[in-house]
């Protein structure tokens, strides 16, 4: 059964470089004790006080590479989770619900689990646990895509929010998760390149893009229409960016085995679409920009612009989420409240819905990279919405807009803007920096 709102287990798992910046780079090292061949081509490197991981080669050969480089962050990160997860699910209990899904899991996935295990000397079982936290759990997030006549070019522009409780810490060093961020850099060898802002242990956080210009990500919502018997998201995220060539392929992909209540917005490069999925176990909806769905009051369409955060649209699917349709007015504030499994707090993550949706609006017909990421970064702000600035302040430790990352890019050109949270700074409070997917891998 899922926990919303107050309760969220967490989940695991910007210009091309500039000329000058130092860049700090970890080059692996071999001994008795670690395979050459299991680290040949791998590496870390620093920008801007940005951890940039390099993994590639087989499944378990990237695992490897992820938990070795990465091996205190990996420890520290399942630590927090497990230890914020404690007080609501045991340890066996998540492990009872992956062996529920374990039939669904790729193989090559499960290879790559044991590889960050060994790589980071923890227990694979940990890692498990940790991701059936992102099943069992609702969390936040922001998604949307803007083509067309929105831009300033008609290229696909995609942003993301990647949103968590901003209290997830390790209890034996007190060093919270989301600094253990890292944007991973991944040439599988069976596979496509890809980029994905993340956390350490994870493959992803939820989305990304490849090199076939396919970009997607993910926002959790709950349902009651659900089960454990199918792939979680972790793995179909993944499985997107390593095989998909198109938005349709990438659609396939998430849609397939599915488990419980998400939103994922997902574009392509070429040519410049971009396309929402909501779906639940037994039910699923998939619409663009102008599609009748979109324009469901309260809610309304934009031209050119997909959008969602952890809201159905589509009638039907939003039944097994909550009683009533419309989540604003009084009757949501009451729900906001007093809620219980029925009446959900979506009041609250409406304002988010509405705050971004003005910032875009507001910029629509010159979104680029820089926009788009701006319009993002605005709209959690609250800088034209007074209400949800005071539920983030009312709401600090729930997930509501507490982004741990942040990012926008160009699958056309492979520009990706990204803003990581810090110690005390969210993520769109923090500065945006630029990375290209092609030149990361020329650099690999």
Avoid at 383 to 412: V, Y
Wanted: proline share 5%.
């Amino acid at each position: 059964m899922k926990i919303l709102w107050t309760i969220c287990i967490g989940c695991l798992l910007l210009l091309p470089l500039l000329q000058g910046v130092s860049l700090n780079i970890i080059t692996t090292t071999t001994s008795d004790h670690t395979p050459a061949a299991l680290l040949a081509g791998a590496k870390l490197q620093y920008q801007d006080n940005i951890t940039i991981l390099y993994v590639n080669g087989s499944n378990y050969q990237m695992g490897y590479q992820h938990g070795y480089l990465l091996q205190d962050q990996v420890q520290q990160n399942i630590r927090a989770f497990l230890f914020y997860a404690s007080p609501l699910i045991s340890r066996e209990d998540l492990l009872a619900l992956w062996n529920m899904s374990l039939p669904y899991v790729p193989q090559e996935y499960l290879e790559e689990l044991q590889g960050i295990a060994d790589g980071a000397n923890i227990s694979v079982d940990d890692i498990k646990a940790c991701i059936m936290g992102v099943e069992y759990s609702d969390l936040g997030c922001y998604g949307f895509a803007t083509w067309g006549p929105a831009t300033t070019d008609g290229q696909v522009y995609h942003a993301r929010s990647f949103d968590l409780p901003s209290i997830i810490k390790d209890p034996e060093t007190g060093r919270y998760a989301h600094e253990n961020t890292v944007l991973v850099v991944r040439s599988p060898a069976n596979g496509s390149a890809c980029l994905a802002p993340s956390i350490a242990g994870s493959f992803h956080t939820g989305g990304g893009m490849n090199e076939h210009g396919v970009c997607l990500g993910i926002q959790n919502c709950w349902s009651k229409d659900q089960t454990f018997q199918g792939t979680p998201y972790h793995f179909r995220v993944q499985q997107a960016l390593d095989y998909a060539t198109t938005a349709q392929e990438a659609i396939t992909i998430v849609n397939a085995n599915r488990t419980h209540g998400y939103n994922f917005i997902v574009s392509q490069a070429s040519p410049p679409e971009g396309y929402c999925v909501e779906q639940t176990a037994n039910l699923t909806y998939l619409g663009t920009h102008n599609d009748s769905t979109e324009s469901q009051p309260p809610f309304w369409a934009l031209d050119h612009v997909i959008r969602r955060t952890n809201i159905f649209l589509d009638p039907t699917i939003a039944e097994t989420q909550r009683r009533r349709y419309d989540p604003t007015g009084l009757i949501g504030f009451l729900n906001l409240l007093f809620y219980t499994r029925t009446n959900c707090p979506f009041f609250a993550i409406y304002q988010l819905y509405s705050s971004v949706s003005y910032e875009i609006s507001s910029s629509w017909g010159s979104l680029d990279l820089n926009e788009t990421m701006a319009a993002l970064q605005h709209g959690y702000r609250g800088d034209h919405h007074l209400l949800l600035r005071i539920f983030e302040f009312l709401g600090k430790g729930t997930s509501l807009a507490e982004a741990w990352n942040q990012w926008t890019a160009c699958p056309a050109t492979g520009d990706m803007v990204v803003s990581f949270a810090t110690h005390d700074q969210l993520a769109y409070k923090t500065q945006p920096h630029y990375f290209n997917l092609y030149d990361l891998l020329q650099a690999s």
